[in-house]
């Protein structure tokens, strides 16, 4: 008989309740949500309501640490990824990082690459918000000479954004295309954590964060999060165009970058790996 594969989820919010909605209803098959943790318990005890298979809320990082999972799936923050990432390595537990943006911190990317050899575990991020990741992985090992992404998303992805507050300016009064960032990824996914986490994703399966290009804009003419990939290289160039419906519950990140969280789990768990 198959083991199914047993996860724990670290955030309630939007994109890990609708990670263990999925897995709950069998979108995913062979995976087992066994655990979910969250600084907010209410958000917890939401969650596992609706759930059918009712997994243990944990009441602290360590409950979750002390069970008997495969993979912990990080679905809450930067900060998260920053403060959890190691001890769920050292703990035997592979990782699913959401938050990826926190990878652009060198530091932090070179201890987990060690942690994870070191421990014999894998970290797991998905392709995010874009397609493409494949083609750069790919493009990459003959050399990439330049990574532009070009986001446009409407103006209610950056209520409450607090670099565009220091801007002053008010996202539901701008009436034409306004640039807001233009720079390294590193910097994109400093500023705006929970805007441009594909910033990241891009650099890591490519040319990294200091070289990948990043422009941001608030477009009150688009009502969906598009992200515009250009590659050139050895192999040629490339540029994709993705138009991506935004989450329900968040606004400030796509579907698809949640679907992709569900694709990569059942290829973790599917016998043929494709890409």
Request: net charge neutral; charged share 25%; with cysteine.
């Amino acid at each position: 008989m198959v083991r199914n594969l047993v996860v724990g989820i670290i955030g309630c919010g939007a994109i890990g309740g609708f990670i263990a909605r999925s897995i709950d209803s069998g979108v995913v098959p062979r995976v087992e949500v066994r655990v979910v943790y969250d600084r907010n318990i209410d958000r917890c005890e939401a969650l596992v309501s609706d759930l059918r298979c009712k997994p243990r809320i944990a009441r602290s990082f360590d409950e979750l640490l002390s069970e008997d999972l495969d993979l912990v799936i990080e679905a809450a923050s930067q900060d998260a990824v920053r403060m959890y990432a190691i001890p769920i390595l050292r703990s035997g537990k592979d990782l699913m990082i959401m938050s990826v943006g926190a990878l652009v911190d060198e530091d932090l990317l070179s201890r987990i690459r060690e942690e994870a050899s070191r421990m014999g575990r894998r970290v797991y991020i998905p392709s995010g918000a874009v397609v493409g990741v494949d083609g750069i992985r790919a493009a990459c090992i003959g050399g990439i000479r330049r990574v532009v992404l070009t986001t446009r998303k409407p103006p209610r992805s950056f209520i409450g954004d607090e670099y565009v507050e220091k801007m002053s300016i008010d996202p539901e009064s701008v009436r034409e295309p306004t640039l807001i960032f233009d720079g390294s990824a590193r910097d994109a996914c400093r500023l705006l954590p929970r805007s441009v986490n594909i910033a990241s994703t891009i650099a890591l399966a490519g040319i990294g964060a200091d070289r990948t290009s990043v422009k941001i804009y608030i477009d009150p003419g688009v009502d969906r999060n598009i992200h515009e990939l250009y590659v050139e290289g050895e192999f040629g160039e490339f540029r994709i165009e993705t138009r991506n419906v935004q989450f329900p519950l968040n606004p400030k990140t796509s579907m698809i970058a949640a679907l992709s969280a569900l694709a990569l789990l059942k290829s973790i768990v599917d016998p043929i790996k494709i890409g």
